[in-house]
């Protein structure tokens, strides 16, 4: 990364090169830093974790409520939604970023007319002729009055719409595939056979509410494009993981409708994962738990560090320039990074003074505390100490990098077989915009598909070109494409696939 | 009276979900050597079948169970590896030995015979909750590693051989491709393998250079997955060698613990006078460290052999803690109580100090009306240790009290407090003068589910209000209670 390690650091400091020497080809012969901790648990950690998820969905409950008066006042709401339309025509950002509340009657014509159930009934049930795998899928449903409805299954596509349509949930989500059709759970089941949840795709939850102690453009709900950043790395990191290390090969990024993104892996050894399973490659992505990362780094760190601070994206010089680095993150890291004996860098006086100099400097960019640090370094005596030092602070940054953008993934959504993940083209109850498939370089802010905007362009209100309309379209067609491979690989019949390929 | 030659054919069934006729597993004794017991460490994949008598059946399961307790109690004291291994050798030696491969046959049956079935009744004794599958599976996959180190090299490498692992040598090829990155996994695997005084740059890359890997699918390492201590790529862990028994014993308690819980279902209910089912039960709860000795010394021992017998049991009542009065309450009652409400009983009385021969005397009196021999005798036998195995059972703790089935309308056994409304532990308490005051404050308890300190303080109003540890075994209150009336009733005459 020369540019960026090339630029002056004020004060003379340092530049923060961070990069093995790039001119030789990295081998093992690399010298290799003595400085790692002795210690490494072969024993997953058990601790429980908060269950960042259900805050999240009490969150938007409390929204929903303080803006109760507005559901009563739905039709108005409508009109000053499409004049909003209409008006901003010619600013289409503007227009995308608008956000409502779907009225019931804005959802019902969703679900009659434009959701693709066929297409998700295809991905789910994994071949053309419904099967258990579709047939003993758990659905839940979601309604304006926070009732939630588990259990809900379908016996074929049509009779999935046909139910959607008849309770009009505010959005639905979906669980995992049991040993029984999950709504004939009372009737079916005996002491032989009870109602277990057998397969799920491997999920992950990335939600940008996570960030909020590294990121400075926003906090809480709000987004921008600023630190939507954050969750390109993510979806660039956790694919080439699960793609690379694990060897799946069928996922899917769906945008969550707000702030967020879902992962699903269909691929069959992915989806009958057992909880232990699901909970070991959780565990294997996440560094939220670690103080100091084990050197040399594991090569999936050393591989997202190269993603994050040497790729030609520069998104750390991007979060560099748009972010800063807050300083309660960072006399925080510098105080655990502390803790270990082994990992000798600032002490409690210099911590003192570097907090210090932090707090009567305000105005301080994230670049101008990456290179102070230094100057707060404790000094000593020994030249070997102080050499010591030197490269444990380079050590921390390198692990700061990390530590900033890393995927802050939600744990407890991904362990579970029987956790529900709200479904692909649902539509956000709180925003109105509808879950489609994305990928790195998707603006929420701009390229969101609104269920308003969706229905104007159907009913040819949109005085603007068709876009919305374009981009559902696509969305379906991106996913029918990933559930064929899916079927693909199943090894459905090949006259079945051709079958299925024109519907 | 039931003759210890019967053999047991519902064994059999219980062990696994395998079937003799599919794996033609019913060897003769004398094909063993070549077949299930080739190895003198066993997996257990495949469960025994050959009949054996109750009390081999009864005696195998408690030596074995001896050993486990022996490595838990070791591990509560934090010894490491090293010490736990050197500590159980000798015992292991003397309960079950298991000799190498060069002695004679007929020993080395018997003795891999042993130590097959004793692992096989221990898994039905400890299928039945998640905690006694989690302890038998941790002493067990301990037992086993210290006995694989107790192997010659030829004999670890025939028995790595043996097993049926989907692991895979990978070749020089392989381990270039991946260099950087398996040296980067493995770097402090290696130098924490080595020891950290004899490990520099040099040593841990010509370690390196030298290390076989193997590729592994993730989900047999899921400890090596989590901690990201491997290499990954494409679904497979690349694994050092010298990390094998790290392997092995994973799948070894990974596999366990999946067997455990089958067993668990394909369990036949069995009968409440079952002979297995007092075994079984008895051998689960025995494994429960003691906490009433913990707690205080054994009161009973201070007392004279015959202070209590079956005649006093009842005037002694009023001294027992609520759960054990229940439990007397219904027995004058009914002149019966139900299984779980007899083994709570029972085992209280008996660490009360009762002989047998007072035990079964109580017991004959109050059931009225049965068959006693026939139906109840055998059980408190057992319980004494006078039939069957020799181990010597404790009374329940609070915990285990507390853990029992709850009870039906019918049924007495469980703790008081967690058992009974609000009002009917009021109108009790009413009952034994109690001022509101405190009868408040223990209700409060109660609804806050302290339970054990709703017990302490009736306790400390029964010993005139001075301050006591926290109930954890109800002997332990009893021991209290009723020492603390002698003491009374002592300093009045003198
Ligand atoms: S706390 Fe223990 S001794 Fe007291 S009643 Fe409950 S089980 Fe019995
Ligand atoms: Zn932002």
């Keep these: 990364m020369p540019s960026f390690a090339s630029e002056s650091a004020p004060e003379g400091g340092r530049s923060f090169g961070l990069n093995n020497d ?30 960042s998820r259900e805050e999240e969905e009490e969150e938007e409950k409390e929204e929903e409520k303080k803006s109760g008066d507005s559901i009563l006042l739905q039709d108005d709401n409508e009109n000053s939604a499409a004049t909003a339309t209409a008006d901003t025509a010619a600013d289409a950002d503007a227009a995308a970023t608008r956000s409502y509340k779907p009225s019931s009657s804005d959802m019902l014509y969703y679900y009659e007319r434009l959701l693709p159930f066929k297409s998700i009934f295809l991905w789910l049930n994994h071949s053309p002729v419904p099967n258990n795998d579709f047939i003993n899928r758990e659905f839940a449903f979601e309604f304006k009055s926070g009732a939630y409805q588990r259990y809900n299954s379908f016996s074929s596509y049509q009779d999935f719409k046909q139910q959607v349509v008849k309770s009009n949930p505010t959005r639905f989500e979906i669980g995992a595939i049991y040993t029984l059709p999950p709504n004939k759970r009372k009737v079916l089941s005996n002491s032989k056979n009870v109602l277990k949840p057998l397969e799920k795709e491997l999920v992950f939850d990335i939600d940008l509410t996570d960030y909020d102690e590294v990121r400075s453009c926003c906090s809480k709900t709000d987004i921008c494009e600023k630190c939507w950043m954050f969750i390109d790395i993510a979806i660039e990191i ?26 699903w892996v269909s691929d069959k050894n992915a989806r009958s994962l057992n909880d232990p399973q699901r909970r070991a490659i959780i565990e294997y992505f996440d560094i939220s738990k670690e103080n100091v990362l084990r050197k040399p780094y594991h090569p999936l760190l050393e591989k997202s560090f190269n993603i994050i601070y040497n790729n030609k994206k520069n998104y750390f010089e991007n979060f560099l320039k748009n972010q800063n680095i807050k300083n309660d993150f960072l006399i925080d890291k510098l105080k655990s990074y502390n803790t270990n004996e082994s990992q000798l860098l600032f002490n409690k006086q210099s911590i003192l003074e570097l907090s210090n100099y932090l707090e009567s400097n305000p105005n301080l960019s994230g670049f101008e505390k990456l290179s102070i640090l230094e ?25 700061l990098v990390l530590f900033l953008l890393y995927p802050k993934l939600d744990l407890e959504v991904s362990k579970q077989t029987h956790h529900l993940l709200k479904s692909p083209f649902a539509v956000h109850p709180g925003t109105g915009n509808i879950s489609i498939p994305i990928h790195i370089g998707f603006n929420p802010l701009t390229s969101a598909l609104n269920l308003r905007d969706l229905i104007n362009a159907n009913e040819g209100l949109n005085k603007d070109n068709n876009t919305s309309l374009d981009l559902f379209q696509k969305s379906i067609a991106t996913f029918d494409d990933f559930a064929k491979s899916i079927i693909k690989d199943e090894g459905v019949k090949k006259r079945e696939a051709e079958d299925l390929l024109d519907f | 009276m039931f003759r210890q030659s019967k053999r047991i054919t519902s064994g059999r069934k219980n062990f696994d979900n395998y079937s003799a006729k599919d794996k033609n597993l019913y060897v003769q004794d004398g094909d063993l050597l070549s077949s299930v017991y080739s190895q003198r460490l066993n997996l257990y994949d495949i469960p025994p079948l050959n009949e054996i008598t109750l009390e081999e059946f009864e005696t195998w399961a408690i030596d074995r169970l001896k050993i486990l307790i022996e490595i838990e109690s070791c591990q509560l004291r934090g010894r490491n590896f090293k010490e736990i291994s050197a500590h159980l050798k000798p015992i292991l030696a003397k309960l079950l030995p298991l000799t190498s491969n060069s002695k004679d046959s007929s020993l080395l049956i018997s003795e891999r015979k042993k130590d097959h079935y004793s692992h096989f009744i221990l898994r039905l004794a400890f299928c039945r909750s998640e905690e006694l599958r989690a302890r038998f599976v941790k002493a067990e996959t301990i037992l086993f590693k210290i006995r694989y180190d107790l192997l010659s090299i030829q004999e670890q490498k025939n028995f790595v051989k043996s097993i049926d692992l989907p692991w895979q040598f990978i070749d020089n090829d392989e381990k ?5 990155q398996l040296y980067d996994s493995c770097y ?88 297995l089912l007092p075994v079984l039960n008895n051998l689960s709860n025995g494994y429960v460290l003691d906490e009433f000795l913990t707690q205080k010394g054994s009161g009973s021992l201070n007392r004279d052999s015959d202070e209590l017998n079956a005649s006093n049991l009842n005037q002694v009542s009023e001294f027992m803690p609520l759960c054990m009065q229940n439990l007397m309450y219904g027995l004058k009652k009914h002149n019966h109580l139900k299984y779980n409400g007899r083994q709570q009983l029972g085992r209280f009385i008996k660490e009360l100090g009762l002989p047998l021969n007072e035990a079964l005397l109580f017991w004959k009196n109050s059931l009225k009306g049965l068959n006693f021999e026939k139906d109840y005798a055998y059980n408190i036998k057992h319980t004494y240790g006078a039939v069957g195995g020799r181990i010597k059972y404790r009374g329940m703790n609070c915990t285990n009290i507390m853990n029992q089935p709850k009870p039906h309308s019918s049924e007495y056994h469980g703790c008081f407090y967690k058992e009974n409304s609000i009002d009917d532990i009021f109108a009790k308490l009413k009952m034994m003068q109690m001022t509101d005051e405190q009868i408040n404050q223990i209700t409060d308890s109660v609804r806050e589910g302290k339970y054990q300190i709703a017990c302490t303080m009736v306790l400390e109003s029964k010993c005139g209000g001075k301050t006591m540890p926290i109930v954890t075994h109800p002997n332990f209150y009893f021991e209290e209670a009723y020492k603390y009336s002698k003491d009374v009733s002592a300093n009045k005459e003198s």
């Design chain 2, 176 to 180: 270039l491709k991946f260099e950087k």
């Design chain 2, 188 to 275: 402090n695997l290696i130098k924490l393998n080595l020891g950290a005084s004899n490990s520099n740059e040099e040593i841990i890359k010509k370690t390196f250079e030298n290390e076989i890997f193997l590729k592994v699918p993730f989900k047999y390492v899921l400890n090596l997955v989590s901690s990201r201590s491997v290499f990954i790529n494409d679904g497979y862990c690349y694994v050092p060698q010298f990390l094998q028994l790290n392997l092995i014993t994973s799948e070894f308690s990974q596999k366990l613990d999946e067997k455990l819980i089958l067993t668990m279902k394909t369990i036949p209910r069995l009968d409440e006078d079952d002979r």
């Design chain 1, 22 to 51: 790039s001119s030789s080809p990295v081998k093992p012969q690399v010298e290799h830093r003595d400085t790692s901790p002795p210690e490494i648990s072969l024993i997953p950690s058990n601790e429980v974790l908060k269950n």
């Design chain 1, 238 to 263: 956790v694919e080439s993981g699960l793609k690379q290390d694990f060897g799946f090969k069928h996922l899917i990024w769906i945008f969550s409708g707000r702030r967020g993104i879902h992962c």
């Design chain 1, 375 to 399: 100057k707060f370094l404790p000094q000593s005596k020994s030249n070997i100490n102080n050499k010591k030092l030197l490269q444990n602070l380079k050590d921390f940054k390198k692990d």
